[in-house]
């Protein structure tokens, strides 16, 4: 098998497993969808063409991957409720993960992402804002 055969296989791999994840946290409160989606996107477009066109043509893809994109950006809300979500979980690890240099890791993550969740994804008004200053 070749490397290019063997990196294909595992894009499409993780690109399935996102996919998975992001279905169950579209209908559970506690997981964000969106950066499953958004991550599935890309790993079906560097694992296979007809895989990408496939996750392009879906509702899913439409609704959370272009809204995104088309967006440049995520709503205050969103912002909060990932995060907060994101936060849970890394404290939940934290809690119960024993070994120090994991948890210095973990903090150093969940620091990096609200830097990154502030300073470099824009912060848009929420849609029913926009509509209510256009009229």
């Not at 790993?43 to 440049?72: D, H, N, P």
Request: hydrophobic letters at 50%; a positive charge.
């Amino acid at each position: 098998m070749t490397l290019k055969k063997m990196k294909s296989i595992l894009f499409i791999l993780l690109g399935s497993i996102s996919l998975v994840v992001g279905i169950a946290g579209t209908v559970l409160p506690v997981l964000p969808g969106g950066p499953f989606y958004l991550f599935a996107a890309y790993c079906f477009a560097k694992g296979s063409r007809r895989m990408e066109r496939w996750l392009k043509s879906t509702a899913i893809y439409e609704k959370y991957v272009e809204a995104f994109l088309q967006k440049k950006g995520m709503t205050r809300k969103e912002k909060i409720r990932i995060n907060m979500t994101a936060d849970f979980f890394i404290l939940l690890s934290i809690v119960f993960v024993d070994i120090l240099l994991v948890r210095v890791l973990l903090i150093g993550l969940a620091l990096y992402k609200h830097y990154y969740f502030i300073k470099k994804i824009k912060t848009i008004p929420p849609v029913s804002s926009e509509v209510e200053k256009s009229q």
